[in-house]
T-cell receptor
């Protein structure tokens, strides 16, 4: 399967700052990537679908101006949490769409906002 | 609303025993997938079962799907301590896209 990396794996930031999380598809050209967030001991919730070269499609209730997604190449999508607040602390996971049936997931990024 | 709902929420067994987790969903699907997540890590795809399939096997894993009841089960046979993880079912939206909706997960603890 596709190898997906995320950077950073952990980040701690102060409230009000912006944080960028990278999702890279190392061996697969990904037209579509997905961003999820996961609260402790909870399930994954889809935040947005990231499409290469076009605007991301956000799920209902996800603020597009808060969570900026850029998918400028077939191997890289970035999620920027703008003006982060403690309630944005979460585990953010990206995935790469390999086919309509298959997604490969990154290892996740733990964001802690103080 | 959450599509997949697993039960039990937590399951504790001894090595060698079988573990069964169930998943229910609400709308029509193209396929249902099971994933595993070790604590604080990403997800690993375990198995996919299509809506026209009733049962599928992969190693020690056995998945069933009952579309009339909108439910699926994951059976792990002869469990090992290394199987300790959270297990999630995920359904697609039967809309031609591959977006997944995850259930709440079952936390499995296998004791040596």
């Amino acid at each position: 399967g596709a190898v997906v990396s995320q950077h950073p794996s952990r980040v701690i930031c102060k409230s009000g700052t912006s944080v960028k999380i990278e999702c890279r598809s190392l061996d697969f050209q990904a037209t579509t990537m997905f961003w999820y967030r996961q609260f402790p001991k909870k399930s994954l919730m889809l935040m947005a679908t990231s499409n290469e070269g076009s605007k991301a499609t956000y799920e209902q209730g996800v603020e597009k101006d808060k969570f900026l997604i850029n998918h400028a190449s077939l191997t890289l999508s970035t999620l920027t949490v703008t003006s982060a607040h403690p309630e944005d602390s979460s585990f953010y996971i990206c995935s790469v769409e390999a086919s309509t049936d298959t997604q490969y997931f990154g290892p996740g990024t733990r964001l802690t906002v103080l | 609303s959450q599509q997949g709902e697993e039960d039990p929420q937590a399951l504790s067994i001894q090595e060698g025993e079988n573990a069964t987790m169930n998943c229910s969903y609400k709308t029509s699907i193209n396929n249902l997938q099971w994933y595993r997540q070790n604590s604080g890590r990403g997800l690993v795809h375990l198995i996919l079962i299509r809506s026209n399939e009733r049962e599928k096997h992969s190693g020690r894993l056995r998945v069933t799907l009952d579309t009339s009841k909108k439910s699926s089960s994951l059976l792990i046979t002869a469990s090992r301590a290394a199987d300790t993880a959270s297990y999630f079912c995920a359904t697609d939206r039967d809309s031609g896209y591959s977006t997944l909706t995850f259930g709440k997960g079952t936390m499995l603890l296998v004791s040596p």
